[in-house]
């Protein structure tokens, strides 16, 4: 026997303790047993429209996208679309000063219809459809990430003006996540290989079109990615192609996209993500690693997707 069938009026109290990690910044619950998000009653909610219903709470996605701006001045924050997209999460990103990741067509669409600028756009992909390439085109995407080299000609050839670019590198790092979600290995279908040459050709191909601008290079370690070591060692192994880059190509790369997967808890007890440990140590890696190598520091960009929104739908 519990202490709530002793003491009925402890029922609702105790069958409404939440893990705060889990719930949204506003939620609350009430003595009379309510759950209430942004102020709105959930059962009320459901009653209205059916289950199952997506309940975003605004005030969650905006603290969560000002943490990541206060914790890491400088760098861009990239929401990664493919967390939840509509017309208001776009606005939303905009509001807050941050880019968009997109990987489709379909997203930019719904970004450009929100007004997002195309300029703080970012696509990404490993299967770019003609159709992907032109509607980015139209929304003058900022930069473009290339996934393979087979891409580079039809970037090339289907860009109406001069289009910035950036390449996915694999990083060979194992972020010690599910197998299904790791991305920065070499046994997975994204990226161009160091380890092979891949990477190397991509920026000897770029440079030889006149119609694309290199400006970085790209890694996403996979999701749900516990350890800042991880991002630690990618950005270290990052450096290190740009300075081989600088020394084979002699070229300085502006900027380093570092991807997205800091992970959420999805369970009760499950910590955040270390973001504060995170912005301690990954940037200042970055910076050795460029002095170290007597090279320019690249501006350094993120693409959080679920850790702006897990929690707030
Ligand atoms: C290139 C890239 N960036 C960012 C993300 C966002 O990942 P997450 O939602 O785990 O942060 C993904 C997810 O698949 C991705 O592929």
Redesign the pocket.
């Known amino acids: 026997m519990t202490l709530s069938d002793l003491i009925p009026s402890l029922r609702p109290t105790l069958a409404c303790r939440l893990d705060r990690g889990l719930w949204p910044e506003t939620t609350r619950t009430t003595c009379t047993g309510q759950l209430l998000v942004g102020g709105v009653d959930l059962a009320e909610l459901a009653g209205r429209f059916g289950t199952p219903v997506l309940a975003v709470d605004v005030t969650d996605i905006r603290s969560r996208c000002r943490a990541y701006r206060a914790a890491l001045p400088g760098v861009e924050i990239a929401y ?1 679309a ?2 939840f997209l509509c017309r208001a999460m776009a606005r939303l990103a905009d509001q807050e000063g941050l880019a968009l ?1 997109v990987c489709s067509g379909g997203e930019v669409a719904v970004a450009a219809a929100a007004g997002f600028p195309g300029a703080r756009m970012v696509l ?1 992909g490993n299967v770019k459809t003609d159709e992907d390439l032109k509607t980015a085109f139209a929304a003058g995407v900022g930069r473009i990430v290339v996934d393979a080299l087979d891409e580079i000609a039809t970037i090339a050839a289907l860009a109406p003006t001069r289009q910035r670019v950036l390449l996915r590198v694999v990083p060979a790092v194992d972020a010690g996540t599910h197998a299904g979600l790791t ?1 920065g290995t070499e046994d997975q279908k994204f990226g161009l290989s160091v380890a092979t040459g891949a990477a190397a050709e991509a920026v000897r191909r770029v440079l030889a079109r006149p119609e694309l601008e290199l400006v970085g290079l790209h890694c ?1 370690l996979g ?2 990615v516990r350890h800042v070591r991880t991002y630690v060692e990618a950005a270290e192994r990052m450096v290190a192609f740009l300075a081989q880059v600088g020394r084979e190509y002699g070229v300085r790369l502006p900027e380093l996209d570092l ?4 992970a959420v808890p999805y369970a009760e007890g499950e910590p955040a993500f270390d973001l504060a440990g995170f912005a301690r140590s990954v940037p200042a890696t970055v910076a050795a690693g460029c002095r170290a190598a007597g090279m320019p520091v690249p501006r350094l960009t993120v ?5 702006l929104v897990a929690r707030a739908g």
């Open positions: 990664a493919k967390a990741d990404h991305t996403h999701s749900q991807g997205g997967g800091h693409e959080p997707g679920r850790a």
